[in-house]
């Protein structure tokens, strides 16, 4: 049995991402989802019946949230679109950045009213060439922040009256007012910085006291960070540099499923972290999660 000190880290599936990302979990099915972005699949694998399984979709898959009727809602190398959960047929929603070729969808996730955010990167990583939008339930694209470079983690308080927002290279979280009646931000003000010797910033979840966990790229950790005074509460080490996402899983929502990338790196480097790409669960953390916000809407999955 893990301690508090001394929580276990495993390896959920023998399976290795390219650059795997976005793991969502569905408490319907008790199953964790997550994405590879370059290939564009879209895993799922359920711990309780050892069941794994995968959706080839053609295209860059950035990130997926689940709708209300289980069928996926994604933000894809070509904008938003439904995915059918059972055979991977995509329905495209729309595309804000149709006359960009030089830029994908990177995370997303939906607001505690369901609403689906998500942002953009450019391919080359190139700065400023990003933006954040958000679906509403009516299918209506908003854009909410331009001039991102690498949009990432995204989680909102449970109070419902904050959203914390990555874009990674700016090495910090930043904090917004935030509207659930309407999807409405204030103007956003530097939560924290995250030092450059911790890795960069990716992916994250908020636990049920309102603190942040990161994913740190090139950082070999996830990281629990107090977003008021800035503080690293917990460190835990990971066999893989980059970190990407984190969400909290499991029948109590206590055991923290972890992304990771094998992008990039060389032929050394990949001796030494054998594992990168994996998908890691975190186990005897005494933290716990909150289920996943799903996306609601009327609109039938197929128009
Ligand atoms: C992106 C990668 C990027 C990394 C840096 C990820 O979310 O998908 O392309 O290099 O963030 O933090
Ligand atoms: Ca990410």
Known sequence: MPDATNPSVDVVVPHRCDLGEGPVWDEERQAICWVDILPGHIHEYRPGERVYSRLEIGQMAGAVALREDGHFMAALQHGFAFVDRENGTVVPICDPEEDDDGNRFNDGKCDPAGRFWAGTM???????????????????CHLKKTGVSISN??????????MYYIDSPTHSVTVFDY??????????????????????????????????????????QVARWH????????????????????TFGGPDYRDLYVTSAATGLTDDELAVQPLAGSLFVVRGLHAQGEPASRFLTETPLRT
């Open 122 to 140: 450019a391919l080359d990583e190139r700065a400023g060439a990003g933006n954040l939008y958000m679906m509403d339930g009516a299918l209506n």
């Open 227 to 246: 977003p008021g005074s800035g503080e690293k509460l917990l460190s835990i080490p990971l066999p893989a540099a980059r970190i990407t996402s984190c």
């Open 179 to 220: 509207d659930p009646s309407r999807g409405d931000i204030g103007p956003g003000k530097v939560a924290f910085r995250i030092p450059e010797e911790e890795g960069t910033p990716d992916g994250m979840t908020i636990d049920r006291e309102g603190m942040l966990w990161i994913a740190h790229w090139d950082g070999w």
């Open 153 to 162: 983690g995204l989680a909102w308080s449970g109070d419902q009256k904050k």
